[in-house]
């Protein structure tokens, strides 16, 4: 699974690292993207805002998520150059405690300001109920769009910028289906879209989790840090969608 960065032509290197990483970043941008085209196919001009503008703001927080866990990538990528494999498992496991913390913050944070972010945004008056739904379902998943890159810090810290990119992919191609089902056929508006784009990136986080314990790596993982990860993001879910039908 590691992948010697230190070793080889340099700029040969780079390439073979660096295009699945920015491929996998576009991707994780095409989310909204694929949201705003099939909403579109659907609906009227007031969904469309609502999804445009919420799509805008969950990119801006991908990218802050993404700028974050390279933080994790280069620790990482520098205790596994020093083949200190000891100090690599620590950074892991403190690296995944760390972000599970982070992002129950942001996204009771995110929730609770909803309707200032909204408001902030000059949303269109006749869009204003739509983006609200489509934001508070995005927010929702927010853990796992912060899952996902921690896992992904991981597989790059070691080398491997490919299998990241492979989960997004698989991610992408599940949230279009899902839209044309939960947009196209049961007709949920932006709230079908905002769900779509949350099922994607939990399939995402939970394949490349279930790949990562199943991999063998050349520094200890500590499963049960991230049997941790799942029991924490299930409690946390379980009770914000009981908080969710309350509300309703």
Avoid: W
Avoid at 71 to 88: F, K, L, N, S
């Amino acid at each position: 699974m590691n992948n010697h960065l230190t070793k080889g032509h340099v700029l040969e290197v780079l390439l073979i690292f660096a295009l699945p990483y920015l491929l996998a970043s576009f991707l994780q941008s095409f989310y909204g993207m694929a949201d705003l085209y099939i909403v579109g196919q659907f609906n009227g001009a007031d969904i469309i805002s609502a999804v445009s503008i919420g799509s805008q703001f969950m990119h801006l927080i991908t990218v802050i998520i993404i700028g974050m866990a390279m933080g994790a990538t280069i620790r990482i990528g520098h205790a596994v150059g020093r083949e200190d494999y000891h100090d690599t498992s620590c950074i892991v496991g403190n690296t995944s405690l760390l972000f599970i913390g982070i992002a129950l913050v942001i996204t009771v944070m995110l929730l609770c300001l909803t309707s200032p972010i909204i408001q902030l945004m000059s949303t269109p008056p006749e869009a204003i109920k739509a983006t609200y739904d489509y934001l508070i379902i995005c927010f929702i998943g927010i853990p796992f769009i912060f899952s996902y890159n921690v896992i992904s810090s991981i597989y790059r810290g070691t080398g491997d910028s490919k299998s990241p990119m492979y989960f997004v992919l698989v991610s992408c191609i599940t949230n279009i289906i899902l839209d044309y089902i939960f947009v196209g056929y049961f007709h949920l508006g932006a709230s079908g879209a905002a769900l779509a784009t949350v099922c994607a990136q939990a399939l995402s986080t939970i394949i490349a989790l279930l790949v990562m314990m199943k991999k063998s790596f050349v520094f200890p993982i500590q499963k049960k840090i991230f049997a941790l990860i799942f029991f924490t993001l299930e409690k946390f879910f379980h009770q914000e969608f009981q908080l969710c039908f309350k509300m309703d």
